[in-house]
């Protein structure tokens, strides 16, 4: 079944704890994204890679880093240095090549994260 | 950078009326504009989206609509039926047909579409 996986569902964070959130897709697409949805603020970037080993800060990017040492894997670390992490992380993917125009993003199912 | 506005916020309808989402961005180099539906605890998926040498495009029940002039973008979805209520969001962004792009979301309209 292809498609983009994230985990865990639900993730808690102690003040101080850096965690990190999984997103996995066997759908061979170079770009993934990272999205944070709040409440009434709709989907705002954090980060993104065009291409393995190759990434850039999005819109809101502080207090968050990320690494794409593969293809299929683009996971998201919420450092102690991010004072509002709780939101609903949304990651993405989409095919890229030189010349198609595959506009569409795939998402996962979410990752809600929650401060103790 | 680009900035989307979207309008209203929530929109409440009678089953069988229609609806109407309103976008405005800011950015006159956008050329591609998709929209997004989320259905309560899923994920969100591409309905529709049109490009800048378009003006409108429909599918079934959904169309959108483009002025570019006023740098403003709609979606209108007619016969509503209850599988319709979920939130929906405009997006838009530069794209030139490869490399890379950078969607900015607006913050969404919740659809309830009333039995």
């Known amino acids: 079944d292809g498609g983009i996986t994230q985990s865990p569902k639900y993730l808690f964070r102690k003040e101080g704890q850096n965690v990190t959130l999984s997103c996995e897709q066997n759908?061979?697409?170079?770009?993934m994204y990272w999205y944070r949805q709040d409440p009434g603020q709709g989907l705002r970037l954090i980060y993104y890679?065009?291409?393995?080993?190759?990434?850039q800060k999005g819109d809101i990017a502080e207090g968050y880093s990320v690494s794409r040492e593969k293809k299929e894997s683009f996971p998201l670390t919420v450092t102690s240095a991010q004072k509002n992490p709780t939101a609903f992380y949304l990651c993405?993917?989409?095919?890229?090549?030189?010349?198609?125009?595959?506009?569409?993003?795939?998402f996962g199912s979410g990752t809600q994260l929650s401060v103790l | 950078g680009e900035n989307v506005e979207q309008h209203p916020s929530t929109l409440s309808v009678q089953e069988g009326d229609s609806a109407v989402i309103k976008c405005t961005y800011s950015?006159?180099?956008?050329?591609?504009f998709p929209w997004y539906k989320q259905e309560l605890g899923k994920r969100p998926q591409l309905i529709i989206d049109?490009?800048?040498?378009?003006g409108e495009k429909k599918d079934q029940r959904i169309a959108v609509t483009l002025n570019k002039t006023a740098k403003h973008f709609s979606l209108h979805i007619t016969e509503t039926q209850p599988e319709d209520s979920a939130v929906y969001f405009c997006?838009?962004?530069?794209?030139?047909?490869?490399?890379?792009?950078?969607?900015?979301f607006g913050k969404g309209t919740k659809l309830s579409v009333i039995p």
């Open positions: 890679s065009q291409i393995v080993n190759d990434f």
């Open positions: 049109i490009r800048s040498n378009v």
């Open positions: 950015d006159s180099a956008s050329n591609y």
């Open positions: 993405a993917s989409r095919e890229r090549t030189a010349t198609a125009t595959n506009e569409k993003l795939f």
């Open positions: 759908l061979n697409h170079d770009a």
């Open positions: 997006a838009a962004t530069a794209y030139s047909g490869a490399g890379s792009y950078q969607l900015t």
